[in-house]
Nanobody, 117 residues
């Protein structure tokens, strides 16, 4: 079993910044993917950014504003969000894919990010 602890959400004005973090703990051999998804109000969950081994990819809507990083020693992924816009409002979920004897995926409980105009 894997536990994910998220932190860093909150309320910020447009143009501001927030940093999310997600720490994974539990029983696994390695972490294959760490990333963030979000669910805007009334919309479906969507990928924001993820790190697959050493490669990173971002949703087009956040390129140039958000930066994802991973600390392998701490099994932690960070999402630095700059130049936030009201459209970035939503619940942000941490996501990991780990390998034990097979690949398994886990989601965090979600953290609210609200950007006021």
């Amino acid at each position: 079993q894997v536990q994910l602890v998220e932190s860093g959400g909150g309320l910020v004005q447009a143009g501001g910044s927030l940093r999310l973090s997600c720490a994974a703990s539990g029983s696994f051999s390695r972490i294959n993917v760490m990333g963030w998804h979000r669910q805007p109000p009334g919309k479906q969950r969507e990928l924001v950014a993820q790190v697959i081994n050493s490669g990173m990819n971002y949703a087009d809507s956040v390129k140039g504003r958000f930066s994802i990083s991973r600390d392998n020693a701490k099994n932690t992924v960070y999402l630095q969000m700059n130049s936030l816009e009201p459209e970035d409002t939503g619940v942000y979920y941490c996501y990991v894919q780990v390998y034990t004897y097979r690949y398994l995926s886990y989601w965090g409980q979600g953290t609210q990010v609200t950007v006021s105009s």
